[in-house]
């Protein structure tokens, strides 16, 4: 099973709202991850989370902020968002993190639409 | 220049077509390989994963990477209309603290009956 399963499927917010996306793999994978997806264009790494610790911020503004409660769970916390920030957001996990190509899977996404 | 290209099509073929799905990159340094097929606002499914050189086949799908040209492909054989998605390259480096997935921007797929 290679599933990584994301809630909610759609979200609309205004720019004053708080709100959280969440991601669930039960693989036993040490390594999760955010992405974020425009329209027509290829994801775009936000997070890297290993063995719940965040190791990797590709310099993402402070009005994401990651959470990873334990080693199926990563969460991505919402505030002041702007229309920008409207996207497809991705999470994947993977075995562990480091060479050896780790492969990433995918969940379906959240479609965040900021108003 | 990017570090990985593919053409973003869109590429349209009749069912049953043999589809050829190419990817350039700069890196000398990837060594791992893969295809994702992405349908419309789904996440990206892994379809194709391959170490270094070589060709590796699954079912209709043949993915091949040439490292000597820096060029990998992925062939669709009978294609299907289900097969009309987005089919985005990815590859990674063999070493380094962390995994980072370099993309190609996807080449866009329609299959017509």
């Known amino acids: 099973d290679t599933e990584v399963t994301q809630t909610p499927k759609h979200l609309v917010m205004g720019m004053t709202n708080k709100k959280s996306l969440k991601c669930e793999q039960h693989m036993g994978h040490r390594a999760m991850y955010w992405y974020k997806q425009k329209a027509k264009k290829p994801p775009e790494l936000m997070f890297v989370y290993s063995y719940e610790k965040l190791s990797i911020n590709e310099s993402v503004p402070s009005r994401f902020s990651p959470e990873c409660p334990n080693s199926s769970l990563l969460n991505l916390h919402l505030h002041a968002l702007q229309p920008e920030d409207s996207a497809l957001y991705l999470c994947a996990s993977s075995q562990r993190t480091g060479g050896q190509g780790d492969t990433q899977y995918f969940g379906p996404g959240t479609r965040l639409t900021v108003l | 220049q990017k570090e990985v290209e593919q053409d973003p099509g869109p590429l349209s073929v009749p069912e049953g077509a043999i589809v050829s799905l190419n990817c350039t990159y700069s890196n000398s340094a990837f060594q791992y390989f893969m295809w994702y097929r992405q349908y419309s606002r789904k996440g990206p499914e892994l379809l194709m994963y391959?170490?270094?050189?070589g060709n590796k086949e699954d079912g209709r799908f043949t993915a091949q990477v040439d490292k000597s040209s820096k060029y990998i492909s992925l062939f669709i054989r009978d294609s299907q209309p289900s097969d009309s998605a987005t089919y985005l390259c990815a590859m990674s480096p063999s070493s380094g603290g962390y995994n980072k997935l370099i993309f190609g921007a996807g080449t866009r797929l329609a299959v017509h009956p």
């Open positions: 391959t170490y270094s050189s």
